[in-house]
């Protein structure tokens, strides 16, 4: 049996051996989701596949099956996510201060093809491009990362290369 490549939230393949940044509220809300896995889902659900399985002929039992089958994806996403917890590297953008330079953690506003875009570099099981939260791994991330303000830089996407401007850089606090 091989063992499957580590994958962010979003089932996309990390880089492997890529560093696993998180922001604090990052880290914290995957901290909550483990709990909320261990304390109230699965001992709930054992409850449930304990009493599908007394009642008899587990064959036809719909409880008992599908009961087995959810906590076996409950089981893989708690390994999942401690294993990110256990690799995380927390940090706290608000911490760097003030600065010009474009590294993990910060919000940066860049000029693109005439109109102004602004983005948050987080952790790969943080992304969420639609609220602007781009994983550091993510090409549009890269491509920022070390610049400052006022440097231009080419983005390679599907449509071409873009070139870019980096118009704003500050660090605060990610929620």
């Known amino acids: 049996m091989g063992t499957r490549p580590e994958t962010d939230r979003t089932g996309a393949p990390a880089a492997r051996g890529a560093r696993n940044y998180m922001t604090p509220a990052g880290y914290a ?28 002929d587990r064959s036809e039992n719909g409880d008992y099956i599908y009961g087995k089958k959810r906590l076996r994806e409950i089981d893989r996403r708690i390994h999942y996510l401690t294993r990110r917890l256990d690799t995380a590297e927390v940090v706290d953008p608000a911490a760097r201060g003030e600065s010009d330079q474009v590294y993990f ?3 940066v506003t860049y000029s693109a093809a005439g109109e102004q875009r602004i983005v948050t ?7 969420d491009p639609g609220r602007g939260r781009v994983s550091w791994v993510s090409p549009v991330a890269r491509t ?3 610049r400052r303000v006022g440097d231009t830089a080419v983005l390679s996407t599907p449509s071409g290369e873009e070139e870019i401007e980096i118009v704003d850089v500050h660090y605060q606090a990610v929620t």
């Open 121 to 127: 570099i987080v952790g790969m099981d943080e992304s």
């Open 105 to 107: 953690g910060a919000t």
């Open 144 to 146: 920022l990362l070390k």
């Open 29 to 56: 809300r995957i901290k909550e989701e483990l709990v909320q896995l261990l304390d109230v889902e699965r001992p709930e659900l054992v409850r449930v596949v304990a009493w599908a399985a007394s009642n008899g």
